[in-house]
């Protein structure tokens, strides 16, 4: 089991980026790189870290947590629907089928909570009771459990853009996705949430909510992107879950939490997490994939360019 003393030794050593020759060029999101190859994609995870719609920095191990607690996932729900996973050649690496994404995100929400401008609690607590075109009754408080989950689609965000607000009615006014299409990502993504809170709780933690990535293959929906990590979804501990407090989370909203704390809410210079808290993160991100997994978080060499290139290769 990696100690506090072995996460801080490994924070200047965290994977930032790399560079394969030859199966470029690469194309660079907020915490991955991605490489074409022909039909397939390469992805990297690495130990970048977002929010606000920003890089903030890097947390040492997050790439290999995302990049297996996925692979794990896409295992879990293979029946509910298929997946773009091809073969995982490195603990950062997912040889994935090239699919063309859709134009929305899914973001499926059980619990009125979250600090983004496009939170379901900050919209809520500002008055609005129709968020994303979804009633809501009066009088709920922060981190309550809603009625019954509720998908929240918004547009893609790309290149730092904030994702705008998007109904079920728009979706399909505006063509984005064809109406029978969007019925299946619907019946799609409540099924894998619903699957996710299952295995969360027995995990002794809830699946808060959770953003699926759909994409088509030959006209045919998969689940693409990285799904039900504690980057793409929000996790609490079961046992600190009580109305009215703030539960201890096992996601990247700890590490949001503490830059709204420090004033910063994606405006300017970020200011810089010490090495102490980097840590922390990095804790909570193992904790996560340990207890949904059952299985103890033991790093791979720290990848490089040459091996993953030949892994891939080979």
Same mark, same amino acid.
Do not use: C
């Given at each position: 089991?990696?100690?506090?003393?072995?996460?801080?030794?490994?924070?200047?050593?965290?994977? !930032?980026?790399?560079?394969?020759? *030859?199966?470029?060029?690469?194309?660079?999101?907020?915490?991955?790189?991605?490489?074409?190859?022909?039909? =397939?994609?390469?992805?990297?995870?690495?130990?970048?870290?977002?929010?606000?719609?920003?890089?903030?920095?890097?947390?040492?191990?997050?790439?290999?947590?995302?990049?297996?607690?996925?692979? /794990?996932?896409?295992? !879990?729900?293979?029946?509910?629907?298929?997946?773009?996973?091809?073969?995982?050649?490195?603990?950062?690496?997912?040889?994935?089928?090239?699919?063309?994404?859709?134009?929305?995100?899914?973001?499926?929400? *059980?619990?009125?909570?979250?600090?983004?401008?496009?939170?379901? /609690?900050? #919209?809520?607590?500002?008055?609005?009771?129709?968020?994303?075109?979804?009633?809501?009754?009066?009088?709920? $408080?922060?981190?309550?459990?809603?009625?019954?989950?509720?998908? &929240?689609?918004?547009?893609?965000?790309?290149?730092?853009?904030?994702?705008?607000? #998007? &109904?079920?009615?728009?979706?399909?006014? $505006?063509?984005?996705?064809?109406?029978?299409? /969007?019925?299946?990502?619907?019946?799609?993504?409540?099924?894998?949430?619903?699957?996710?809170?299952?295995?969360?709780? !027995?995990?002794?933690?809830?699946?808060?909510?959770?953003?699926?990535?759909?994409?088509?293959?030959? *006209?045919?929906?998969? #689940?693409?992107?990285?799904?039900?990590?504690?980057?793409?979804? =929000?996790? /609490?501990?079961?046992?600190?879950?009580?109305?009215?407090?703030?539960?201890?989370?096992?996601?990247?909203?700890?590490?949001?939490?503490?830059?709204?704390?420090?004033?910063?809410?994606?405006?300017?210079?970020?200011?810089?997490?010490?090495?102490?808290?980097?840590?922390?993160?990095?804790? =909570?991100?193992?904790?996560?994939?340990?207890?949904?997994? *059952?299985?103890?978080?033991?790093?791979?060499?720290?990848?490089?360019?040459?091996?993953?290139?030949?892994?891939?290769?080979?």
């Amino acid at each position: 089991m990696l100690t506090h003393q072995d996460l801080l030794k490994a924070i200047p050593t965290a994977l !930032q980026s790399v560079d394969l020759d *030859g199966f470029g060029p690469k194309e660079q999101g907020k915490v991955r790189d991605m490489y074409r190859l022909d039909d =397939r994609r390469i992805l990297i995870t690495t130990d970048r870290v977002s929010a606000f719609d920003r890089v903030l920095g890097v947390v040492p191990f997050k790439g290999q947590v995302l990049n297996q607690l996925s692979a /794990w996932w896409f295992e !879990q729900t293979e029946d509910i629907v298929k997946n773009h996973v091809m073969a995982i050649p490195d603990p950062n690496v997912t040889i994935a089928r090239s699919a063309d994404p859709l134009p929305v995100e899914v973001v499926v929400r *059980g619990y009125i909570t979250g600090v983004t401008k496009t939170a379901l /609690w900050t #919209l809520y607590d500002a008055g609005d009771r129709r968020p994303y075109g979804i009633p809501l009754p009066d009088g709920l $408080q922060k981190n309550d459990p809603l009625p019954e989950p509720i998908i &929240t689609p918004t547009t893609k965000a790309e290149k730092g853009g904030h994702d705008e607000r #998007l &109904t079920r009615a728009e979706i399909l006014e $505006q063509r984005l996705v064809e109406p029978p299409l /969007w019925a299946e990502i619907e019946t799609a993504a409540l099924a894998l949430f619903k699957r996710g809170q299952v295995i969360a709780r !027995q995990a002794g933690l809830i699946l808060v909510d959770t953003k699926y990535e759909f994409g088509l293959v030959d *006209g045919q929906l998969i #689940l693409i992107d990285e799904f039900h990590t504690p980057d793409s979804s =929000r996790f /609490w501990k079961l046992d600190t879950y009580q109305p009215g407090r703030e539960p201890e989370s096992f996601d990247k909203e700890y590490l949001r939490h503490w830059f709204a704390d420090q004033g910063y809410r994606g405006d300017g210079q970020p200011p810089v997490m010490p090495d102490e808290f980097v840590a922390q993160v990095a804790a =909570r991100y193992i904790a996560a994939f340990e207890q949904l997994t *059952g299985q103890e978080f033991v790093p791979g060499e720290q990848p490089v360019a040459e091996r993953i290139a030949r892994n891939l290769a080979g």
